[in-house]
């Protein structure tokens, strides 16, 4: 992935100048900035960023930039990229499950904050890990109300968590909890039943919690017109939080990714060819940026740029759309409404993509190669 290090005023002006032939990601450093100023404003407690959503050394440099201070670590590369990129930030080790190499070079790197969904990998931390390093134990609920079920591989049920929560405690560890909503996740009354489910988890296991990590899952911008109500959700866990623990309210801490970073960039894919007038295949497809989008559904927040810049405003019609690639499989889900008016050399802008593009793109085929601009805008 190469970036370009001239800044453009808008994806508009960088089509018409250079004609890129590969599929390009448009990065607003400004709109990063700007929703980590919004987290940090509104949430009521500590914001650390999901590296594992965008591990891009900028946007660490950017969100550093912005004040936030904490990062979800989940192996040993995201570990020594933030002790690399932005120093002197906190690392929490989320990742419920991890080898003794990566537990001790973990230890060697400072992080002193782990969660854990297991009785056996609370032993392999106790042998491990200091005294006084925070453990967080993972639960997970039956909670609809997100793109995908995030309890799916880990957490615990509620009533496991309060043995390992007191055992952490006996051990000698801070003890908290932590939970993840699922990803994209819509709707605010998720939070609730968590949150009130950790309150019940901590007074059965007789232990005063020092922090609730609330987890990601704040949702993006994917469909037009459906904004994602991140105000209501950082209201609603305030509120709830102190209705649940009253007198022993813990302190928060949430670990947005795609919430976070998906609005920063936008990918501008060329149009290969129309097929009888029927199919699209564009140069980038779910071997590359758009891997996501068959497991969570298409965003149809997309622009059709001719090589000018210039965007087409012919009706919309409902278009399958494929990737470069020899595989059948190489389709976005559903069909896209894409204007009728649309030619072979045009650009398909998709907006909404910093997260989870860049981290699985592959070069399958032989595709996969993304370039990368820096831009002021990323709408005209």
Request: proline share 6%; charged share 25%; glycine share 10%.
């Amino acid at each position: 992935m190469g970036l370009d290090n001239t800044f453009w005023a808008k994806p508009a002006d960088y089509v018409r100048a250079l004609e890129p032939e590969e599929p390009v990601l448009f990065f607003s450093p400004a709109i990063l900035q700007a929703t980590a100023r919004r987290f940090l404003e509104g949430f009521p407690g500590l914001v650390t960023y999901a590296v594992k959503s965008n591990p891009d050394a900028v946007v660490i440099q950017n969100l550093d930039a912005a004040g936030i201070r904490g990062y979800d670590v989940a192996s040993i590369y995201e570990i020594e990229l933030i002790r690399t990129v932005a120093p002197g930030a906190a690392m929490h080790y989320n990742n419920p499950v991890r080898s003794r190499n990566e537990i001790a070079r973990a230890v060697e790197l400072g992080v002193r904050s782990f969660s854990v969904d297991s009785g056996s990998e609370l032993a392999k931390l106790g042998g491990l890990v200091p005294a006084g390093a925070e453990i967080s134990v993972r639960f997970k609920l039956p909670v609809k109300g997100a793109a995908y079920d995030f309890g799916a591989k880990f957490g615990t049920t509620a009533e496991h968590a309060a043995i390992l929560l007191a055992e952490v405690e006996q051990m000698g560890f801070v003890p908290s909890l932590t939970f993840h909503p699922g990803t994209q996740c819509t709707d605010p009354q998720a939070w609730d039943a968590y949150i009130r489910t950790a309150a019940r988890i901590a007074q059965d296991a007789g232990v005063r919690l020092a922090r609730l990590n609330v987890g990601g899952g704040f949702p993006a911008h994917r469909v037009r017109g459906d904004m994602p109500r991140l105000d209501d959700i950082f209201r609603l866990i305030d509120r709830v939080t102190g209705e649940a623990f009253g007198t022993e309210r813990p302190d928060l801490v949430c670990e947005p990714g795609r919430g976070m970073v998906a609005e920063a960039f936008s990918l501008a894919t060329q149009v290969r060819a129309i097929r009888d007038d029927a199919h699209v295949f564009l140069n980038d497809g779910v071997y590359g940026g758009l891997a996501e989008l068959p497991l969570i559904g298409l965003i149809d927040r997309v622009d059709v740029r001719d090589s000018e810049g210039r965007a087409r405003s012919g009706a919309a019609r409902d278009r399958i759309v494929f990737g470069p690639t020899c595989d059948s499989v190489d389709r976005l889900p559903g069909t896209l409404p894409l204007p009728a008016d649309m030619e072979e050399g045009d650009y398909v802008v998709f907006h909404g993509m910093g997260a989870y593009s860049t981290a699985t793109v592959t070069r399958f085929n032989g595709f996969g190669v993304l370039r990368m601009a820096t831009v002021l805008s990323l709408t005209d």
